[in-house]
């Protein structure tokens, strides 16, 4: 149960609101913890979100980073022994919440609930809950509207409604999205038509970059997915034929995209900042390592590109 996994983190991050900078609010009946739309937010708040997003079926941890190679000092790491559930039964953001006065990238257990997504019944994942834990990109609060979607599309009344909200721009948000490492490669293998389900653990690592300045959510977007693009690296450990791996290695690093190569900023921008016109391809880590328990073969493809994470970091 992916929302009722998810009940204890949220109360703590509620309950902890204060010393990790997060305003706790109500919003058309819903609970919001606001981690950095009207507050600064905190390095404890983003590692709090990220687990939001993940249903707290993962760990993440800031740890140091290559300086030298990353030109970051820090990164995130994400550890995982279920993978599918984490990353895309809760954490892929594939629900955008779109009403006349708000937008925001969905994301978090409630979509496993809202069940609508062509990946979700692909994997046969669905559930019902009482209550429903998400967690949405945007740098402004969810207005009634939004939150009245949520509701109905969850079956859920908006009181049992439990969000988290962070821009990609500040502490928090910035540390959420870099920490889907894990997620981009598992959506991409899926895309290739690979069974994910024969994934059976995982880590991600990626480096953290400097927030774009407040209100910046183009300098925010961009950074934050330079930092996957060209910075992480994913490992996977799975139990699959050799055959069916070496069918789609070299494809899922970001690097087996023709838009591979540019600043993200920059790509988005060519495509009228609208994420659902990108190459999907492009979506995924620098360099992705697959061991094959059935096997012991292991494969490592892709390769970090400092010089794009220092363009996209330092300018």
């Known amino acids: 149960m992916f929302n009722l996994h998810t009940f204890s983190l949220f109360d703590h991050l509620s309950d902890t609101a204060i010393s990790k900078r997060i305003v706790a609010s109500t919003v058309a009946g819903a609970s919001v913890l606001d981690a950095g739309v009207h507050t600064a937010g905190s390095l404890a708040a983003g590692v709090g979100l990220a687990r939001l997003c993940l249903a707290d079926r993962a760990e993440v941890t800031l740890v140091p980073c290559d300086e030298r190679s990353f030109v970051s000092p820090n990164a995130v790491f994400v550890r995982t022994d279920d993978p599918i559930g984490a990353c895309l039964a809760a954490q892929y953001a594939g629900w955008p919440i779109h009403t006349d006065d ?24 669905n559930e019902t809950a009482s209550t429903v834990f998400g967690v949405l990109e945007s740098d402004k609060l969810p207005t009634q509207s939004a939150i009245e979607l949520i509701s109905d599309q969850c079956k859920v009344p908006p009181a049992q409604v439990r969000l988290a909200i962070a821009p990609s721009s500040s502490i928090a948000g910035n ?45 925010g977007i961009g950074r934050t997915n330079d930092a996957i693009l060209y910075g992480a690296s994913v490992t996977l ?24 190569g540019q600043p993200f900023a ?11 016109k990108v190459d999907p391809q492009l979506f995924s880590p620098a360099v992705v390592t697959i061991h094959n328990l059935r096997s012991g073969r292991t494969w490592n493809v892709g390769q970090i590109e400092t010089a794009l994470l220092r363009q996209s970091f330092l300018s």
């Open 102 to 125: 708000f937008f925001a990238m969905g994301s978090g257990p409630m979509r496993a609930a809202r069940g609508r997504e062509e990946l979700l019944t692909e994997l046969k994942i």
């Open 237 to 260: 450990w799975t139990d699959a034929s050799d055959d069916e791996i070496e069918n789609v290695a070299a494809n899922v690093p970001s690097n087996s995209s023709p838009d591979h």
């Open 266 to 276: 920059k790509i988005f921008k060519t495509y009228d900042f609208d994420f659902y």
């Open 175 to 219: 540390i959420q999205v870099v920490a889907r490492s894990i997620e981009t490669a598992l959506h991409k293998l899926h895309a290739l038509k690979f069974d994910v389900r024969q994934i059976v653990s995982a880590t991600g690592h990626a480096p953290l970059p400097p927030p774009a300045k407040p209100g910046d959510s183009i300098g």
